[in-house]
């Protein structure tokens, strides 16, 4: 697969926005999305962002693509302590398959 | 979303043992689903994918009769670790493809944690 970066921590005080940034390789992916997981727990769809959007909005969650620079970003206002967890950002390559990146541990404090 | 279960969601066996895991999508039909393994505080890393009535195409460095795959049909994939051994220990998580209209995504189930002694 490809080479997918995050940044491993976010601390953020609660009811404020979360960034979470990542970047990407393939330019040909066609779709990048973002999951949440929980401790023990599978992965949750968040949202994905199809690759000619550039934004894409979803209650709290916004998603930002800058395909030049290959770089994706979630954002989540108003954060709660139930956003704590980790996020994960994806990219398809080879048609389907996903690659991810290492995953941001969000920390809610209060 | 889409549901997809995975059962047990916890085992604990003796080396040298065999685990068979599933991997069902609940409400829809998945000709392709997904198996990964996680290690602690890791990312995911794609073991193999399952596809409905063939066989199974695993990624570089996944001992294909170690990890032995079946997906006989269009809602449940299985994994069996064969002849297990404590490195093998880990968090099995599987995904079943979703295509519907332009939108191709996948669901992943609640992971499996496989001990062993």
């Known amino acids: 697969g490809e080479d997918v970066e995050q940044s491993l921590f976010l601390s953020v005080r609660e009811g404020d926005s979360s960034v979470i940034n990542c970047t990407y390789t393939?330019?040909?992916?066609?779709?990048l999305y973002w999951y949440k997981q929980e401790p023990g727990a599978g992965l949750q769809l968040l949202t994905y962002?199809?690759?000619?959007?550039d934004m894409k909005q979803d209650q709290r969650l916004t998603v930002l693509l800058n395909k030049k620079d290959k770089h994706l970003s979630l954002r989540i206002a108003d954060t709660q302590t139930g956003d704590s967890a980790i996020y994960f950002c994806a990219e398809i390559f080879n048609d389907y398959k996903l690659s991810f990146g290492a995953g941001t541990t969000v920390t809610v404090r209060a | 979303g889409a549901v997809v279960s995975q059962h047990p969601s916890w085992v604990i066996c003796k080396s040298g043992t065999s685990v068979k895991i599933e991997c069902r999508s609940l409400?829809?039909?998945?000709?392709?689903m997904f198996w990964y393994r996680q290690f602690p505080k890791q990312s995911l890393m794609l073991m193999a994918t399952?596809?409905?009535?063939?066989?199974?195409?695993?990624e570089q460095g996944v001992e294909k009769d170690k990890f032995l795959i079946n997906h006989a049909s269009l809602t449940l994939s299985t994994l069996t670790v064969t002849s297990a051994h404590p490195e093998d220990s880990s968090f099995y998580i599987c995904?079943?493809?979703?295509?519907?209209?332009?939108?191709?995504?996948?669901?992943f189930g609640p992971g499996t944690r496989l001990t062993v002694l």
């Open positions: 399952s596809n409905e009535g063939s066989k199974a195409t695993y």
């Open positions: 962002i199809f690759s000619n959007m």
């Open positions: 995904s079943a493809r979703r295509l519907a209209g332009v939108a191709d995504t996948q669901y």
């Open positions: 393939d330019s040909s992916s066609t779709y």
């Open positions: 409400d829809f039909q998945a000709t392709t």
